[in-house]
């Protein structure tokens, strides 16, 4: 299995763009998370989905950042438009079983976005 | 409002030494407990997660966490550390009656030397 992949691995935009960041999760997987990770704030959990639904996107820090999971085995995470504080290393997760002990979750390499 | 405190910024310990990393948290109500950790090369990776049952939780390569309620603790233990368990590892948690999204640690630096 190739596990999680993520598209693009480096992006850089500017201020105003709007940016799409990309997750293939393991096959057979039926939850998705989505995390970002900075300096300043450090991990934070955006937004999952179970069975292609999104449960919870509390996290999702404002209304510029929307994700999406037409099917099963693609979700997308866009921001519009950018800013430079939206510079971070977004991570994309997939798991079976989830709210179970048998939870699991494997994360993709990450996109490291930078906007100028 | 939920929280988690890692005490330690950085852990030095011996290769073949015990380990602990520690996390105390905050929540309304029950919580879920969660550990990650972060490889220089591997990238990020779930290690365990507490739910309800045993308060000792088994994960992946060796570590297991136990579960305080008491103490509102969730240490991460190993007994025998590995220069390859050099990581960065944030604990997280949150509220079994309330939204799935986890609050995470800061992180502590765990330093394996040989």
């Known amino acids: 299995d190739a596990g999680v992949i993520q598209s693009p691995r480096h992006e850089v935009t500017e201020m105003g763009q709007e940016v799409t960041l990309r997750c293939k999760p393991i096959?057979?997987?039926?939850?998705l998370f989505w995390y970002r990770q900075t300096m300043m704030r450090g991990l934070e959990l955006l937004i999952y989905?179970?069975?292609?639904?999104?449960?919870?996107d509390s996290g999702m820090p404002e209304d510029r950042f929307s994700a999406k999971m037409p099917n099963a085995s693609f979700s997308t995470l866009k921001i519009q438009p950018s800013e430079p504080r939206d510079s971070a290393v977004y991570f994309c997760?997939?798991?079976?079983?989830?709210?179970?002990?048998?939870?699991?979750?494997?994360f993709g390499p990450g996109t490291r976005l930078l906007v100028l | 409002a939920q929280s988690v405190a890692q005490p330690e910024d950085q852990v030095n310990v011996a290769e073949g030494n015990p380990l602990t990393v520690k996390c105390t948290y905050s929540?309304?109500?029950?919580?879920?407990l969660f550990w990650y950790v972060q490889y220089p090369n591997r990238g990020l990776q779930f290690l365990l997660k507490?739910?309800?049952?045993?308060?000792l939780v088994k994960g992946s390569y060796g570590f297991e966490a136990e579960f305080n309620k008491s103490q509102t603790s969730f240490h991460l233990k190993k007994p025998s550390a590995l220069v390859s368990d050099s990581a960065l590892y944030f604990c997280?948690?949150?509220?079994?009656?309330?939204?799935?999204?986890?609050?995470f640690g800061r992180g502590t630096s765990l330093i394996v030397h040989p």
């Open positions: 997760a997939s798991t079976v079983a989830l709210g179970t002990i048998r939870e699991t979750q494997y």
């Open positions: 096959s057979g997987h039926n939850s």
């Open positions: 989905f179970n069975n292609n639904v999104p449960i919870d």
């Open positions: 929540v309304s109500g029950n919580p879920y």
């Open positions: 507490y739910i309800t049952g045993d308060n």
């Open positions: 997280a948690v949150s509220s079994a009656g309330g939204s799935y999204i986890p609050t």
